[in-house]
C-alpha cells in the first residue's frame, strides 16, 4: 500500500500544456487499466477528471487527457486556463477491492 | 441528484472512538461499494476502507486495521466508520466516496482532530 509517486508541482503558462505522472508497480498502475485522476481545489472534495486511464466524464473539457504506459500514468491538460490551477491526485485500483493515491501534484498557471 | 453527506467528525483524545456516518440520496445506494478516504491536513488523500454493495467483502488499509470498521445499512441508505483506538495520525477529513473502479462521487467530509 505504498502511494503512487507524482511530482510535488509542475506549472505553466496560459495556454501551454503541462503533464503530470503518475508512477506506481506492477501491482496498481500497471496491473489495472484503472487509473483515475481527481481534480481538489483547496477546501472542497476531490473531483473526478480522468477514469479507466483516458476516459473523461460528461462535463470535463476535452483539454484533459490521460494516458498510461507500463507502471506510470499522465495526465496532460492543454491549452490552460487560470481555473485549472489546482490539486491533482492520481489514483489506481490495486486489487482485492483496495486503492492507492498518488501524493498529488500542485499545478500553478503563471 | 447524487449526495453524499457526511458527519459525526469532531474532537477527541488519544485512545478514543468516533463514529462517522454518511447519508446517501439520487441513487440505489445497495447497488454500490462504498469507500472511506482521508485527508490529514496539507496532505494527500489516503485510502482507508471499502465496503461492497452486500457487505461481502471489506477491505482496510494497513494503517486502520483492527481499529476501525466499516459498515452500511442498506435500508438506511447508509455508511459508517467507527474508529477505535484513536491516534493523533488519524486526524483527517474524512470523505465516503461512491466507488466502481474510480470514484465518481464524493461527499464534503467531516473533520476527525485526535489531540489531547
Known amino acids: 500500500q505504498s502511494a503512487l509517486t507524482q511530482p510535488r508541482s509542475v506549472s505553466g503558462s496560459p495556454g501551454q500544456s503541462v503533464t503530470i505522472s503518475c508512477t506506481g508497480t506492477?501491482?496498481?498502475?500497471?496491473?489495472?487499466?484503472?487509473v483515475s485522476w481527481y481534480q481538489q481545489h483547496p477546501g472542497k472534495a476531490p473531483k473526478l477528471m480522468i477514469y479507466d486511464v483516458s476516459k473523461r466524464p460528461s462535463g470535463v473539457p476535452d483539454r484533459f487527457s490521460g494516458s498510461k504506459s507500463g507502471n506510470t500514468a499522465s495526465l496532460t491538460i492543454s491549452g490552460l486556463q487560470a481555473e485549472d490551477e489546482s490539486d491533482y491526485y492520481c489514483?489506481?485500483?490495486?486489487?482485492?477491492?483496495?486503492?492507492?493515491f498518488g501524493g498529488g501534484t500542485k499545478l500553478t498557471v503563471l | 441528484e447524487v449526495q453524499l453527506v457526511e458527519s459525526g467528525g469532531g474532537l477527541v483524545k488519544p485512545g478514543g472512538s468516533l463514529r462517522l456516518s454518511c447519508a446517501a440520496s439520487?441513487?440505489?445506494?445497495?447497488?454500490?461499494?462504498m469507500n472511506w478516504v482521508r485527508q490529514a491536513p496539507g496532505r494527500g488523500l489516503e485510502w482507508v476502507s471499502s465496503i461492497t454493495s452486500s457487505s461481502g467483502y471489506i477491505y482496510y488499509a494497513d494503517s486502520v486495521k483492527g481499529r476501525f470498521t466499516i459498515s452500511r445499512d442498506n435500508a438506511k441508505n447508509s455508511l459508517y466508520l467507527q474508529m477505535n483506538s484513536l491516534r493523533a495520525e488519524d486526524t483527517a477529513v474524512y470523505y465516503c466516496a461512491r466507488v466502481t473502479y474510480y470514484y465518481d462521487f464524493w461527499g464534503q467530509g467531516t473533520m476527525v482532530t485526535v489531540s489531547s
Open positions: 439520487g441513487f440505489t445506494f445497495s447497488t454500490y461499494s
Open positions: 506492477s501491482s496498481d498502475v500497471g496491473g489495472y487499466n484503472y
Open positions: 489514483c489506481s485500483y490495486a486489487g482485492s477491492y483496495t486503492w492507492v
